[in-house]
C-alpha cells in the first residue's frame, strides 16, 4: 500500500548527509558507488553528487557488468551515461557468473559482485539498499530459522576490508522516498527483469508475501527493519559477554571444554559460537547444534566440524581450529632447505642441534618427504626397540590430525625422522633437525 506522505528531495539529501558525517566522511575521503543502473543506485549517485560540494569528498562509480541479461549492455552503458552527467567517473567491470553453482544463480552473482567491490580505489564504498530491502533480508532469515546474527540483516556501516569500508546511507528510507525522489528529479534507470522472477525467495517475498502483509499492517517494513536493529543490539551484547568468557576458556590457541563448561549450557555454546566466528567459522544453526551434540560423547572420540579448507577438532580436552587439506604426496627434496612442500599443508624447516640427522649425511642424494601410511616403524634409541609411529605419537600426546599431517622424512627408502617425534638413532648426531610448521 503506497505511503500518502508527500516526501520532499532536501528529506533524502540531509538524512544522507546526516549518515556520511556520522561515519566520518571528510573531504580527504574517497567515496564509491556500486551503481546498478536500478532505481536505488541512480537515487543514490545523484544524492550523493549533490553532496560532494558542501561536504568535499570525492567520488567514482563502479557498474558490475554481470553478463546475465541480454540488456547487460545496455545497463552498463546507461550507469555510464548517467555517471558522466553527474561528472562522476565510472568504471565498468565484466564479471563471469558460475549458472551452475550449488548455492544457486543470486548468491554465485552475489559473490563476484561483492568480489569486484573490495577491489574499489576508495576509502568507502557506498551501496543503495534501502529500508525494504532490509524487510526482506530480515524474513528471509527468519524463514531460514537462523540466530540473532542472521536476523540483525544488514549493517548500516562494516568494515568490506582492513582498508575499504561499506555503508549504506539509504537503510533507513523506503523505496517510495527513493521513487518520489527520482520522480521529482527526472530520473531515469533500468529495470532488471529477473527482479520480477519469484522463482528467486526474495523476490517471491518482495512481490507476493510483504504486499499482503503490508495490507494488514502498512508499517510491516519499518517494522522488521526496527527488528533488524534490535537483533543487532542483542547480538553485540552476546558478543561482548563471548568475549569476556572466552578470555578464561582459551587456552594454548585452543578451547577448554571444562571450563566453558562452567560457565553453564546457554553460556559455553555463545563462548563457542563466537570463539568459532572470531576464526571465520560460520556454522548454520543445525550444523552448530549438530557438533555441539557430537561434543557430549566419550572424551576419546574424535567429533568434527568442517568448514571449507578447515575443521575444529577435540584434543585433551580442549577445541582446535586445524587445516583440512589432506596430506601431500611423495616429494623429493634438498636436505637442509627450508620450503613449502607441494600438496602439502605447511612448511618444513631445519633447526641445527646436536640430535638432528648427522651432518655426515647432509650430501647424500634420494631425500624425500611422504605421507604416513600406516605401520611405519622408528627406532629412536641404538638400544631400544623399532616401535611403531602410532605408540611413539600416542606417547607425544601429538593430536591425532597432526599424526597423518605430518610428512615423513626419508633416505634411499629408509625412515630417517618424524617432525615432532624425533630422528633414527642410526643418522643421528649434530646436524639439521626436520621441523613441521603445518598450516
Not at 641404538?382 to 622424512?409: F, H, I, V
Request: charged share 25%; net charge neutral; hydrophobic share 45%.
Amino acid at each position: 500500500m503506497a505511503s500518502s506522505r508527500k516526501f520532499r528531495s532536501s528529506d533524502l539529501a540531509g538524512r544522507v548527509g546526516e549518515s556520511l558525517t556520522r561515519h566520518a566522511v571528510s573531504p580527504a575521503t574517497r567515496l564509491c558507488v556500486g551503481l546498478s543502473g536500478g532505481l536505488d543506485s541512480v537515487v543514490l549517485i545523484h544524492l550523493l553528487a549533490g553532496l560532494r560540494s558542501s561536504l568535499g569528498f570525492s567520488l567514482s562509480a563502479i557498474h558490475v557488468h554481470h553478463g546475465l541479461s541480454a540488456d547487460a549492455d545496455a545497463w552498463a552503458d546507461s550507469a555510464c551515461a548517467l555517471a558522466h552527467s553527474l561528472e562522476v567517473p565510472c568504471d565498468v567491470v565484466r564479471v563471469h557468473v558460475d549458472r551452475r553453482g550449488s548455492k544457486g544463480l543470486e548468491a554465485a552473482a552475489r559473490a563476484v559482485r561483492y568480489a569486484v567491490f573490495e577491489q574499489a580505489d576508495a576509502d568507502l564504498l557506498c551501496l543503495a539498499h534501502h529500508q525494504n530491502d532490509q524487510a526482506e533480508t530480515v524474513l528471509m532469515q527468519v524463514l531460514r530459522g537462523n540466530g540473532l546474527a542472521g536476523i540483525a540483516a544488514m549493517p548500516e556501516c562494516r568494515d568490506l576490508t582492513p582498508s575499504l569500508r561499506l555503508l549504506r546511507p539509504l537503510l533507513a528510507m523506503s523505496r517510495a522516498e527513493l521513487a518520489a525522489y527520482a520522480k521529482s528529479h527526472d530520473l531515469r534507470w533500468v529495470d532488471d527483469e529477473s527482479n520480477a522472477d519469484t522463482r528467486f525467495s526474495r523476490n517471491f517475498l518482495r512481490h507476493d508475501i510483504l504486499p499482503m502483509l503490508a495490507q494488514r499492517d502498512p508499517g510491516v517494513n519499518a517494522s522488521l527493519a526496527r527488528l533488524a536493529t534490535h537483533a543487532a543490539e542483542a547480538n553485540a551484547l552476546l558478543a561482548e559477554l563471548a568475549e569476556c568468557d572466552l578470555a578464561h576458556c582459551v587456552r594454548d590457541g585452543g578451547l577448554d571444554l571444562a571450563v566453558a563448561a562452567e560457565l553453564g549450557e546457554r553460556r559455553s555454546r555463545n563462548a563457542l559460537r563466537y570463539w568459532l566466528a572470531r576464526q571465520g567459522v560460520v556454522a548454520d544453526a543445525r550444523a552448530f547444534d549438530a557438533f555441539c551434540m557430537q561434543l557430549q560423547s566419550a572424551s576419546d572420540a574424535q567429533p568434527q566440524l568442517r568448514w571449507r579448507d578447515r575443521q575444529i577438532r577435540r584434543h585433551r580436552g580442549r577445541l582446535y581450529l586445524v587445516a583440512a587439506a589432506p596430506s601431500g604426496g611423495v616429494i623429493d627434496i634438498p636436505f637442509g632447505e627450508s620450503c613449502l612442500p607441494r600438496g602439502w599443508a605447511g612448511r618444513l624447516d631445519w633447526r641445527r642441534c646436536a640430535d638432528g640427522v648427522a651432518i655426515a649425511h647432509a650430501g647424500r642424494a634420494g631425500w624425500q618427504l611422504r605421507p604416513r601410511l600406516g605401520g611405519e616403524r622408528l627406532r629412536l634409541h641404538a638400544a631400544g626397540p623399532n616401535r611403531e609411529l602410532k605408540s611413539l605419537y600416542q606417547e607425544a600426546g601429538a593430536p591425532p590430525w597432526l599424526r597423518d599431517a605430518t610428512p615423513l622424512l626419508y633416505c634411499d627408502d629408509e625412515l630417517v625422522a618424524v617432525p615432532g617425534l624425533g630422528v633414527a638413532a642410526a643418522w643421528r648426531g649434530e646436524g639439521w633437525l626436520p621441523l613441521w610448521q603445518p598450516a
